[in-house]
């Protein structure tokens, strides 16, 4: 079996094997300073895909961890492995929240030692610490510990995971008008659930928020695969050519409004459509209003990271998580946040996606 191997500036208290995520999954060994991380399993559902996985788990527990972290989500088969592991073998199972450990991973994959950052977590969905979904959050994080400190206005999932292939499922939760495109009674079905809260959970997922702006500015209702329709909006927005715009970029971004909330800022999307939808009566270009929304989402980071700037005192951020794959999106946010005079630090030797959580969780568990 073939692993790699990275180097960590600091020794952990204890050996974990870490069990990763339900898909783009890595199961990771740590023990000192040494960690070994396996190839990606793309799918934990797939039984071919599990039963690699579970090999390659039963061959690191030969070296005797003392914990077995894994993700809070209990459907996860990683999690329920481990559960399984530990209640054969009597090894402690540690569960770690899904978006602590994409900070946790990028912080060692630059080889910080343990300190306080601005954590951005951005992608689909990962439960979170309070049993409710989350996907664009906003930490305050080191390796033992996080706090929430900002997140996106939570979204309408109708119909669940139907809202994944299928974002005009989101509009509706949204309160956005029909699209053409949609049938009058699928909408009228979905409205209907939505008012009865129905297999609609919520969700603060960056990821869904793509998903819908992308169905709103393209006029496609479906995906055929899971950011499908994000990965087409951000090739639209690619072609437009910023030049025409002023050197003031963030002055050129959809509205949005930030709540205080309690301890927390909540970043509401509503006013970002209705300026979608404006521009798109005006017939302006989509890859112009493509552009213009990847802005908007950059300068959302820069303002919140601004803001916790100022509550915290720390100035180091870490971007981290599935979305941050958007190449357009990480360069604007990159250039918003040097100006301001922000340390950002993304991944480098590991992907910003699932496959770097089990080094987040190892690195987590093993200096608690």
């Not at 309408?156 to 949204?174: D, N, S, T, V, Y």
């Not at 908007?296 to 916790?308: H, N, P, Q, R």
């Amino acid at each position: 079996m073939e692993f790699k191997e990275i180097k960590m500036p600091f020794s952990l208290a204890r050996s974990v094997l870490a069990l990763g995520s339900q898909n783009k999954n890595t199961v990771c060994f740590a023990k000192g300073k040494s960690v070994f991380i396996s190839g990606t399993h793309s799918n934990l559902s797939d039984p071919d895909e599990l039963s690699c996985f579970e090999r390659i788990v039963k061959y690191f527990l030969k070296n005797g961890p003392k914990v077995i972290a894994c993700d809070l989500h209990p459907e996860y088969n990683s999690s329920k492995f481990a559960f399984e592991v530990s209640k054969c073998q009597g090894i402690k199972v540690s569960e770690i929240q899904h978006h602590h450990a994409h900070i946790a991973s990028c912080m060692a994959d630059n080889g910080l030692v343990n300190q306080k950052v601005i954590g951005v977590a951005f992608d689909g969905t990962g439960l979170g610490s309070d049993g409710t979904l989350w996907g664009a959050e906003f930490l305050i994080s080191d390796y033992r510990n996080f706090y929430r400190a900002a997140h996106l206005k939570e979204i309408a999932l109708i119909g669940a995971e139907k809202a994944i292939l299928e974002p005009w499922r989101l509009l509706a939760g949204l309160g956005l008008a029909r699209p053409d495109s949609v049938n009058k009674n699928d909408w009228q079905t979905v409205k209907k659930l939505y008012s009865k809260d129905f297999n609609s959970p919520y969700a603060s997922s960056m990821g869904r928020l793509f998903d819908a702006a992308a169905c709103v500015i393209l006029d496609k209702p479906r995906a055929g695969f899971e950011a499908g329709l994000a990965i087409e909006l951000e090739h639209t927005a690619i072609s437009f050519q910023p030049s025409a715009f002023s050197h003031q970029l963030s002055a050129n971004s959809y509205k949005y409004k930030i709540i205080k909330n309690k301890d927390k800022f909540v970043v509401d999307p509503i006013p970002i459509f209705k300026d979608i939808i404006r521009d798109l009566q005006k017939k302006e270009p989509k890859a112009k209003i493509a552009y213009r929304f990847h802005l908007t989402v950059a300068d959302i980071i820069s303002k919140i990271c601004k803001l916790l700037r100022k509550k915290y005192k720390i100035n180091k951020v870490v971007l981290s998580g599935r979305v941050f794959k958007n190449n357009l999106l990480l360069r604007l946010s990159l250039g918003l946040l040097y100006k301001e005079g922000f340390k950002v630090f993304i991944h480098k030797d590991l992907s910003c996606n699932d496959s770097g959580i089990s080094l987040g969780q190892a690195v987590i568990a093993g200096i608690r």
